[in-house]
């Protein structure tokens, strides 16, 4: 039978428990920054295909991340480089199409743009047959962007390392990008050279969003955070709530509960139109705050 959103809420938090005790017990891998320009490529493949190899690896999974949507063609040369480097590196190396990421993300219920998230690559990668996986972002970073590859062990979650260049690539403005999957209709926002101060321009704004039920009285015993990702409609209503990480069942299904009744003010383009849009949610379990992942 066809998995849903909900199911998927246990199989992602039961990964995030695996990911974070492998983290806290054996360390996250140094994550290094390489040259620019055509050498930076080349640079960035050959360090990845290096900690791949050391994983002793044939399945691997090369996903990209919200920010190679800013700039497909760049992320696109990157890893037809990274291939090529993987096959000289491990001639016996055997790639996981997008499709089959793509597939697994439809199964579990997800939206396709799911298939760009971190969390969610880290919760599926094995079930696409994958033992490495190595995810692509750009991402601008101080004064210039960056493009990095991080690879993980797909059946722990561990992360075995990342390595990153600085690229010129042909992003322009400042308004955050919308991509709009036409399967779903629902958009991806992906922030360019800030998170806020547009002229237009608007996040999805939370308008009447009361706190979970449970963080009043237990908020002293609890230190750590609930992760969701849902949808917000162009009415401001909040649909297909998927929860990233939670610390128990009580503080999923309360959660869920809570933001399933709130409502925002919705996102709007740069053409003052609003518009359907996936964004994260934090829950700060302790602090009893609540802040939008990547535009506080």
């Not at 990668?125 to 960056?146: F, I, M, P, R």
Request: aromatic share 6%; proline share 5%; with cysteine.
């Amino acid at each position: 039978m066809k998995p849903n959103i909900r199911d998927i809420q246990g199989w992602l938090y039961l990964r995030r428990i695996a990911v974070l005790v492998n983290l806290l017990m054996l360390g996250a891998a140094p994550f290094d920054l390489g040259p620019q320009g055509h050498q930076g490529f080349e640079s960035l493949a050959e360090h990845t295909a290096r900690i791949v190899s050391k994983s002793n690896t044939q399945q691997i999974l090369i996903a990209q991340r919200e920010g190679c949507l800013l700039d497909q063609p760049t992320c696109k040369e990157s890893k037809s480089a990274l291939r090529s480097e993987l096959v000289r590196t491990i001639p016996s190396a055997q790639f996981i199409s997008s499709d089959a990421t793509l597939s697994q993300v439809k199964k579990s219920g997800l939206l396709p743009i799911d298939a760009y998230n971190n969390q969610i690559l880290l919760a599926l990668a094995s079930e696409t047959g994958a033992t490495t996986l190595v995810t692509e972002n750009l991402q601008w970073k101080g004064d210039h962007y960056e493009l990095s590859n991080h690879v993980y062990d797909a059946s722990t979650g561990k992360s075995l390392g990342g390595f990153a260049v600085k690229v010129a690539p042909s992003i322009s403005g400042y308004d955050p990008l919308v991509f709009r999957d036409p399967e779903s209709g629902v958009s991806l926002i992906v922030p360019k050279r800030k998170t806020s101060g547009f002229r237009v321009f608007r996040y999805p704004q939370c308008e009447k969003c009361p706190p979970p039920v449970y963080l009043a009285t237990r908020a002293q015993m609890i230190d750590e955070e609930v992760s969701l990702r849902v949808t917000v409609t162009d009415q401001g209503e909040v649909q297909q709530i998927v929860v990233l990480s939670a610390p128990n069942k009580a503080a999923n299904d309360a959660s869920v509960a809570a933001v399933s009744k709130w409502h925002f003010k919705p996102a709007i383009d740069s053409d003052g139109k609003s518009f359907v849009a996936r964004t994260d949610i934090s829950l700060d379990l302790k602090e009893t705050s609540m802040s939008l992942m990547g535009h506080n």
